[in-house]
């Protein structure tokens, strides 16, 4: 199972990306997805999360600007990102919490690649 994230680039303040993650592999069903993102010189942070059913939930520093949806027919999930502010700038990674594979395994914690950010003028 890989993950390909994509939608990264630079964006003034206040401007909008759409970031994009498509699994591929023997894919059955993926659980819980997620978007994460780190900042130089911080830690890895959540930014939101999404289960199968399309429940998500949002880091409060992002809530009511970014939205998270997926399409579970191309196992892909979508990072919406509006009203971006120079705080945002940093690589997102999208991570499948659990996966069940087309051989009915079980596999947690798949990481794709990272997409760099960046909000500036």
């Known amino acids: 199972v890989q993950l390909q994230a994509c939608g990264g680039g630079l964006v003034q303040p206040g401007g909008s990306l759409r970031l994009s993650c498509a699994a591929s592999g023997s894919i059955f069903s993926i659980n819980t997805m997620a978007w994460y993102r780190q900042a130089p010189g911080k830690q890895r942070e959540l930014v939101a999360v999404?289960?199968?059913?399309?429940?998500?939930n949002y880091a409060g520093s992002v809530k009511g600007r970014f939205t998270l949806s997926r399409d579970n027919a191309k196992n892909t999930v979508y990072l919406q990102m509006n009203s971006l502010k120079p705080e945002d700038t940093a690589v997102y990674y999208c991570?499948?919490?659990?996966?069940?594979?087309?051989?009915?395994?079980?596999?947690?914690?798949?990481w794709g690649q990272g997409t760099l950010v960046t909000v500036s003028s």
């Open positions: 999404i289960t199968s059913g399309g429940r998500s």
């Open positions: 991570n499948a919490l659990k996966v069940v594979t087309g051989e009915g395994r079980y596999e947690y914690d798949y």
